[in-house]
């Protein structure tokens, strides 16, 4: 069977939005396999947003230093195969294929979703190419995710902000809650919420379990043809994006890579740190896709996401926005958000099970096109295209055909 056969087919067995989240059969199949995941050493990062800037800043930090560093992340962007990579290089088609092979039986017979799959191929894949360090990002959530099974040596929680309320529950405390289910015990936690409560709740949990925790302190940083980041004793960090937000991002991306160095899981050097982030480029997030006229992508997917995004395009003049979203999402709210850059919104559908009709967003002022591929080639202003990570990947090989 192929990648899409092999996904569309685990995936008739779990539907989203009925079946309860549960890590107690991938769990019992992981026991089955002597739970090989714990030959890795991990990095564990949840959070609400900002965990693929997070984890692809560090990677390429640690690439820096020269460690063999593996990638796990959610959702793929760029081909089908994204979500597992080593040292910046995805699995081919063949590799990932013959898991498929050789596996797809037993994964039928414990009833694994298509993420749970990918997450047993990504242990094969990392163990037998023998990597120093391997960086796991939640699919949703922390505490019943598949990647949970893993033995981190430092766990990662970026922020905490209102999504997948179905899941994780309605208040910042109920998900941060669920999210520190990561932290495991006698090991690292370093995180860049802010909230009194969650950070109350982080402590709990780390005394509870005998780990250290860290706060990551404030960056400094200002906007001149990219990114100048200041923060612990690395001034004038210069990364070529144009996003304010993820000056957060990076921050916490160092300051977790400084955490491994103090405990002396890691080496590195102040070079590797300026030198891995003058390569820093996260596809479709900011992404700039096409100067003149100028398009951004990006995967801003939720409320806070939105928000941190309208900052970050408030000085761009005359900027249209086209936007789709998942049904699960607050589109309301973000349209609200969207509606103080642009005065001109549109909307329109794309391919995904979990897509929210056009019709829910009628009752904003906003723009029904039937084909996003003509406006892409006839717009003359600046256009941002956001709303779905889902969204953003199918238009996205669109514009790079």
């Known amino acids: 069977m192929n990648y899409k056969e ?3 087919e685990l995936s008739k067995g779990h539907v989203f939005g009925k079946d309860p989240i549960s890590l107690e059969s991938f769990q019992t199949y992981m026991n089955s396999k002597n739970n090989i995941q714990k030959q890795l ?3 564990h990062i949840s959070g609400t947003n900002g965990k693929g800037s997070t984890s692809y800043a560090m990677e390429q930090i640690l690439m820096e230093a020269g460690y063999k560093t593996g990638v796990f992340s959610s959702p793929n962007i760029e081909s089908d195969f994204d979500c597992i990579r080593i040292n910046g290089k995805k699995i081919s088609q063949e590799r990932y294929e013959s898991y498929i092979d050789l596996y797809f039986d037993e994964w039928k017979q414990y009833r694994l979703s298509s993420f749970e799959a990918e997450v047993f191929i990504s242990f094969l894949y990392f163990i037998e190419e ?3 360090f391997v960086i796991y990002e939640v699919g949703m959530g922390g505490k019943e995710d598949a990647t949970n099974v893993i033995d981190s040596i ?4 970026t922020n905490i902000g209102l999504d997948h309320c179905d899941y994780l529950g309605n208040t910042y405390l109920e998900i941060a809650q669920k999210k520190a289910g990561i932290i495991k015990k006698n090991s690292l936690f370093i995180t860049g919420e802010k909230r009194k409560d969650c950070l109350d709740w982080f402590s709990y949990i780390c005394h509870q379990k005998h780990t250290k925790m860290y706060t990551a302190i404030k960056e400094d940083f200002y906007m001149d043809s990219g990114l100048h980041l200041n923060v612990l004793d690395y001034h004038n960090v210069f990364i070529p994006v144009y996003a304010s937000y993820q000056s957060k991002n990076i921050s916490l991306a160092i300051q977790a890579l400084e955490v491994l160095k103090k405990e002396n ?3 590195f050097k102040k070079e590797d740190v300026y030198k891995g982030l003058s390569h820093f480029h996260w596809t479709g997030r900011f992404e700039i896709v096409r100067k003149d006229p100028l398009i951004i992508l990006d995967g801003a997917h939720n409320l806070e996401g939105i928000k941190e995004l309208v900052n970050s395009c408030k000085d761009i003049k005359n900027i249209s926005v086209l936007f789709s979203a998942l049904k699960d999402k607050p589109y309301d709210d973000m349209l609200e958000e969207l509606k103080k850059i642009s005065s001109h919104i549109m ?3 794309f391919e995904h099970n979990r897509k929210a009709d056009v019709s829910l967003f009628l009752k904003h002022d906003v723009e029904v096109i039937d084909s996003y591929e003509k406006i892409i080639n006839e717009i003359q202003t600046p256009l941002l295209i956001c ?5 953003i990947s199918q238009v996205r090989k669109k514009i790079l055909l």
């Open 6 to 8: 092999t996904m569309n």
């Open 41 to 43: 050493k991990c990095i």
């Open 130 to 132: 023998k990597t120093d």
């Open 154 to 157: 430092l766990s990662i929680i």
């Open 265 to 267: 899981y890691i080496q």
């Open 347 to 349: 909307v329109c559908d």
């Open 387 to 391: 709303g779905s990570l889902y969204f």
